[in-house]
């Protein structure tokens, strides 16, 4: 059974290193598109230096999109020092403020912890995290110390219960 995430916090962003001497920061924004981040209410901040690290609501942010990606000014930070304060510091929206999704779509924090089987039912290990190459998102499986990494594709993804488990139409043999 899935839980109920409507109060807990889910990362969109990572701040980056300072942008200039007035006080701005690369954002490495984890939605799509990239832009969408700046439009969550309320936004906090959290270090992510501990599984218990607290969450603090922003009150002041302020986003510019450049050629190169998203800046942030936080808390009107206003020099580089101020700026470098933020830097890896994790930028979160409260699950219940995310928008409603298609049945055939899932967010890939609800992917993370899936324990993923084969069509036999055989164990092939558990999702670790979800990135994208551009084409689409992989899938990468860990199981002991090995890293597996599937497309996220109807070619292979037989069936999705998010949070609970992933049936893949793969075959071992091709890790």
Same mark, same amino acid.
């Given at each position: 059974?899935?839980?109920?995430?409507?109060?807990?916090?889910?990362?969109?962003?990572?701040?980056?290193?300072?942008?200039?001497?007035?006080?701005?920061?690369?954002? !490495?924004?984890?939605? =799509?598109?990239?832009? %969408?981040?700046?439009?969550?209410?309320?936004?906090?901040?959290?270090? &992510?230096?501990? #599984?218990?690290?607290?969450?603090?609501?922003?009150?002041?942010?302020?986003?510019?999109?450049?050629?190169?990606?998203?800046?942030?000014?936080?808390?009107?930070?206003?020099?580089?020092?101020?700026?470098?304060?933020?830097?890896?510091?994790?930028?979160?929206?409260?699950?219940?403020?995310?928008?409603?999704?298609?049945?055939?779509?899932?967010?890939?924090?609800?992917?993370?912890? !899936?324990?993923?089987? =084969?069509?036999?039912? %055989?164990?092939?290990?558990?999702?670790?995290?979800?990135?994208?190459? &551009?084409?689409? #998102?992989?899938?990468?499986?860990?199981?002991?110390?090995?890293?597996?990494?599937?497309?996220?594709?109807?070619?292979?993804?037989?069936?999705?219960?998010?949070?609970?488990?992933?049936?893949?139409?793969?075959?071992?043999?091709?890790?």
């Amino acid at each position: 059974m899935q839980s109920n995430h409507s109060d807990t916090f889910v990362v969109v962003g990572r701040i980056s290193r300072p942008y200039g001497v007035r006080g701005w920061n690369h954002l !490495t924004s984890f939605t =799509d598109p990239q832009d %969408n981040l700046a439009s969550y209410k309320p936004l906090a901040l959290n270090s &992510g230096k501990s #599984e218990t690290s607290a969450w603090q609501i922003c009150q002041e942010l302020e986003f510019r999109k450049t050629n190169r990606g998203l800046l942030v000014c936080i808390n009107a930070s206003n020099n580089r020092e101020d700026a470098s304060r933020y830097v890896n510091q994790l930028i979160g929206t409260q699950r219940s403020c995310l928008p409603a999704i298609a049945d055939d779509e899932h967010y890939w924090v609800d992917m993370i912890g !899936t324990r993923v089987y =084969d069509t036999s039912g %055989n164990s092939i290990g558990i999702v670790d995290h979800v990135s994208t190459n &551009g084409a689409h #998102e992989i899938l990468h499986i860990r199981r002991d110390d090995k890293e597996t990494c599937v497309p996220f594709v109807s070619e292979y993804v037989s069936k999705v219960v998010p949070g609970e488990s992933l049936i893949l139409d793969w075959d071992t043999e091709w890790e």
